[in-house]
Nanobody, 115 residues
Framework: QVELVESGGGLVQAGGSLRLSCAAS????????MAWYRQAPARLRALVAE???????DYADSVKGRFTISGDIAQKTVHLQMNNLKPEDTDIYYC?????????WGQGTQVTVSS
């Protein structure tokens, strides 16, 4: 059984920082990448940042220059350093891991940015 566990969410004032972490466990082979998504109620889940096994990294335009994804694919860990947070960054953030056949999700962690 594969499990992704996120941590690090919380409440922060605008301009502040948070660091999200995710660790995956279970029998997973051939990991292609790990990523962070965000979702607000009644909205689609949207990509925030992704990290491929070849070390390529991509970011949503809204977070470029503010967020940094890092981690170790072999260790099945991924982090998201979020700086200069804005109220519009408020959402539930989900960790994602994918291989050639499967897509796995964490349970989500709430990030709330107050103005």
């Amino acid at each position: 059984q594969v499990e992704l566990v996120e941590s690090g969410g919380g409440l922060v004032q605008a301009g502040g920082s948070l660091r999200l972490s995710c660790a995956a466990s279970g029998n997973i082979s051939g990991i292609k990448g790990m990523a962070w998504y965000r979702q607000a109620p009644a909205r689609l889940r949207a990509l925030v940042a992704e990290m491929y096994a070849n070390d390529r990294r991509d970011y949503a335009d809204s977070v470029k220059g503010r967020f940094t994804i890092s981690g170790d694919i072999a260790q099945k860990t991924v982090h998201l350093q979020m700086n200069n947070l804005k109220p519009e960054d408020t959402d539930i953030y989900y960790c994602n891991l994918w291989d050639s056949e499967h897509n796995y999700w964490g349970q989500g962690t709430q990030v709330t940015v107050s103005s």
